[in-house]
């Protein structure tokens, strides 16, 4: 018997004909914590596939307390003493939180002492679960995981997106496993809260486990450059990978109205009282912690939704948007973060750039194909869209993927663009070119509303961010002054100054 | 959740697959083939031109209406409601042709077609009421005032002119059916359509996600009243075909071709969830189907037997589709 | 803190309105309306009794209900009608030669029922191919094979079956066939639905990817909805031999009649939502509707159109809620 806990040894996936994993290894030992990295693509959302039996792998083994061992469901993982909990909680909407874990056969009193020191103690265990809050769902995930007290609790981006309360009980909780027989595996994008957790860190690249680090002060560097390759002209540090050139701001054009005026919008139950500017020729940084309104600040400005409140002034004049089709003809449109909700995965790029053009009934008629190949070839060209797999968008990768629905809206007259975290889940190469291209689309003359949650993105490519609490506009300021504590701080509603007073 | 790095990468199985999934028309040009050549072992000498152009004959309504099923699948729904409607359309063609003639009385025909067709889009496209369910009712209220019209017009009569008869009916040069005139032009409009025009392109979009299609500025839901307004006057005009073909007219006259019209656009290899597939599969659909039909009536098997092979045949051909389409 | 508990305590009072709202509320509306046809019904004719209706509506009551569970698992069984047809043949061939062994006969369909159910499940698991084609495909089947059985409309019954579903039990207000519905389809479906099968039929049809975290089997469930589906089905089919006394090969229009009953019956289309009283009390209006018609002096064909538009404006009502609901969220 050996002294690791879970371990797995040169994992094999392939999928068809593509190869998700070479040659992927892991050794958790009892009572560690340990993260499992890599960038995207690297193969780790393949392994915890494999390790959970939601996919059989095509070699190597996984031996767990000793015993080799081939997982066929989640069931049987589970059983075995491996439970997961991933970024889309397992929760069904339709059952109520009671009948959830009646599904899952998890003790309910062993759950219900698992929620108040997560924050969730008022929870009505008789709601229906598609009637709660999504970070609520993924903290009853995780609370049931913690109640069949499992032998390694797999925790796959268990804290994106959980607003910052939820996310010390989390941590908190994870942290009473440091010690004990049993572990945690855990996997996240962020490397400060890797560096304060973790024990160990293993590294994938290329669906390969190329190292295993033990987490030091300075280990992030390593972990870094691990994850970036040898081959990589990325610069080693993680301090600036992605800085972009920037041309100073051009100078507003004498008392022009803005672009784009928000005054006073209230939407839903998050949005209560926004108001700004976005000026042509900037790009606004928008910052906010999950749920504050910004969702619903980007369907009314896209047309997806009316306003309950406030109004919208295009370029001065009021705008009433009743369907996205509104929006776009007065030029603002929509990028958003999930490429699922944007393209059309079966149909080739070709279609899927020239979607916007055929939509207006007046466009239902026969298409030029010469034209169109003309404005599809621009489009890839400006934006160098890998186009290897372009006869269906999914084989895309996902920078890939996010390039062809910005490419789109290129040289079709849109002069407003709302992003809203267009770099999310995307990889460090690609992040920079969109980047740049942000910039060069705000030096063209348009006016770019940047919601990120990636700190780092206000000062790499905005002129000026807001932040959003609470549904109202608390902070404002130049994006020079930006620097992740101020905006942090300000995101979490401390510090709260009255709006516009900084412009 | 596939890696960056694997893309380009395929095999050539992988490769076969995908030249099969873009072109579905060659293993059904197959299955043709194997189907008349079935027919012509189990009965030597039946393949003539005479029996090709009454394959053609009857085929030519199913695949009008498979047009139906097509365009309406490709958006994620279906149109149930073909069958009555092409009924109705031949039935009331009939009972007015003698007072307006057989020209304007068609055309007095495909007006309750495309209101049924209006209302079916109002309820899927505007107030977002399953396909399934909404053309299902439409089947019901459109077969009940079928119905009662007929009541009403008992006194009157019903006739089929003869050039409805010829067109559905007679041939040209002895083997070339009269209805070609109508459905080539027809299907080469559809096909066109659907590859190169806008309307096409959305119908596309929409199958395939219908989010993505509103947030590129698609109005979602008058492409669907379009659509279900083409579907119904479409299977109007395949009922006015097929009363030619059968030369009478009555209100449950193509109730038979439902399921078919359905089982031809998905052997055609149309997929039922929306997004993938295309026209000119449905009409080679439409043709096996019809081709199967009749060496099951010469194989001399009677109804039960047809109708289990019918169903059997269906489910292979979209099992083999669904192999071929998979993506694993 | 305080921002994320209030905004569960909101989300858990409006999980309790919700609650209400979809299971209870429509149901009780549906009684409602039913109590209000029932006594309209009287007003028009004084002597008309429920059991004629609670008799005609038996076979096509247990459609709904097979098809109110396979539509939960986010399934759904176009062949219905063709089960029904099947199980009915086979009942009244078997009665009319054997009806000493009336009861292993009834176990036995029965039991085909529960094994058609299972082909049909299996199929569309290992095919892979949509449920609406597998079934619409096995809809031909189904009903080529009742043909095989019996060609022409024939069989027979035995007495006890026919008399179990007629007149009323204690009191004439109380038909039988109502009282036998109940009690057999809530039997069923009362363990059921708190096991941990019937959790996973809910959990399939409400968010399969959840479900298969949450470490349901899916194909063993969706199976074993078609499998009860199929039961059902032939307790359909059972009951047309005992309404009628004969079987009859040819498919009644009941695969239309039970989807108009579950949309009524408040059972989401999608899957994961509703249950199998409404359904029944859906089934149970549209008769009503019907009688009514009919004694108001309208034709059959003009009843069917009122049919429809009441199906047409129950979907649209429904479906412009739920839009209005989205988008007031």
Known sequence: MSDLLLEANGVVKRYGSVVALRDASLAIRPGEIHALMGANGAGKSTLVKVLTGAVPPDGGDIVLKGERRRAHSPAEARRSGLVSVYQEPAIVPDLTVLENLALTETPVDAFRAQLEPLGIGRLDLRAMAGTLPLATLRVIDFARALAIEPDVLLLDEMTAALPADLTAGVIEAIKRFRGTDRSVIFISHRMLEVAGLCDRATVLRNGATVGVVDVTPGAADDIVSLMLGPGSDEPRAPGDPTAVTRTPMPSRVGDAPPRLAVQGVAAGRQLQDVSFDLHAGEVLGLVALEGQGQDELFEVLSGQRRPAAGELLVDGAPARFGHPADAIRAGIVLVPADRSAALLMQRPVAENVTLPRVARPSRWGPINPRRERAIVRRAIERLQIDTRAQSEVRRLSGGNQQKVTIARWLDAGVRTYLFYDPTRGIDIRTKREIYALTRELAEGGAAVLLFTSELDEIHRVCDRAIVIFGGRVVHELAAAAADEPTLLRAAHGLESRPAGSAA | ?328 | MTADSSRLERASARGAIARLIQSDVWTVALIVIFVALYVFTVLLRENYRLDALAIASLPVAFAAVGQAIVVISGGIDLSVGSVMALTNVIAAVLLESYPELAVPIVLLVLVIGLAIGTVNGALVVLSRVPDIVVTLAMLFVWAGAALLVLGTPGGGSVDWLNDAIKGGLVVDYLPMALVLLLVIVFAIWIPLRRSRLGLSIYAIGSDQLAAFRSGVDIARTKIAAYALTGLFASLGGLSLTASTGIGTPIPGPYLLLSVAAIVLGGVSLAGGRGGLLGPIVGIYILGLIRADLTFLGVEPAFSTVVQGVIMVAVVMIGAYLTLRRRRAT
């Not at chain 2, 209406?65 to 009331?92: E, N, P």
């Not at chain 2, 002119?161 to 010829?166: A, K, V």
């Not at chain 2, 395939?208 to 307004?229: F, H, I, Q, S």
């Not at chain 2, 479409?234 to 359905?262: C, E, F, W």
């Open chain 2, 1 to 328: 959740m596939t890696a960056d790095a694997a893309v380009p990468r395929r095999s050539a199985f992988g490769d076969a697959r995908s030249w099969l999934r873009d072109r579905p028309i060659v293993p059904l040009l197959i299955l043709l083939g194997l189907l008349v050549l079935v027919l012509q072992i189990v009965q030597p000498g039946i393949v003539t031109a005479s029996w090709a152009s009454s394959t053609l004959r009857f085929a030519v309504p199913l695949a009008i209406l498979a047009a139906c099923q097509t365009l309406t699948m490709l958006t994620g729904g279906i149109d149930l409601s073909v069958a009555v409607v092409a009924s109705m359309a031949s039935y009331v063609m009939a009972t007015f042709v003698g007072d307006v003639g057989w020209l304007n009385a068609s055309l007095i025909a495909l007006v309750p077609a495309a209101l049924v067709g209006l209302v079916n889009g109002i309820g899927i496209g505007l107030f977002r009421v399953h396909p399934l369910i909404m053309t299902i009712s439409m089947s019901l209220i459109v077969s009940g005032a079928v119905n009662v019209y007929q009541r009403a017009n008992i006194a009157g009569g019903t006739r089929v002119p003869p050039e409805i008869r010829e067109l559905g009916g007679q041939t040209l040069f002895g083997f070339l059916p009269n209805s070609l005139v109508l459905f080539v032009p027809l299907a080469i409009l559809v096909l066109l359509g659907l590859r190169g025009s806008g309307y096409g392109r959305l119908l596309y979009a929409v199958g395939d996600n219908e989010v993505a299609a509103r947030l590129a500025g698609v109005r979602v839901g008058w492409v669907l009243v379009v659509l279900y307004v083409l579907s119904a006057v479409l299977a109007g005009i395949a009922g006015l075909i097929y009363a030619g073909v059968i030369g009478s007219a009555t209100p449950r006259l193509v109730d038979p071709y439902l399921l078919p019209s359905v089982a031809a656009a998905v052997v055609g290899g149309t997929s039922i969830f929306g997004g993938r597939g295309g026209y000119a599969g449905s009409i080679l659909g439409a043709i096996i189907l019809t081709v199967l039909t009749t060496l099951l009536s010469v194989l001399d098997a009677p109804e039960p037997v047809r109708q289990i092979l019918f169903g059997a045949i269906i489910l292979a051909v979209a099992a083999a589709y669904t192999r071929i389409t998979a993506d694993s």
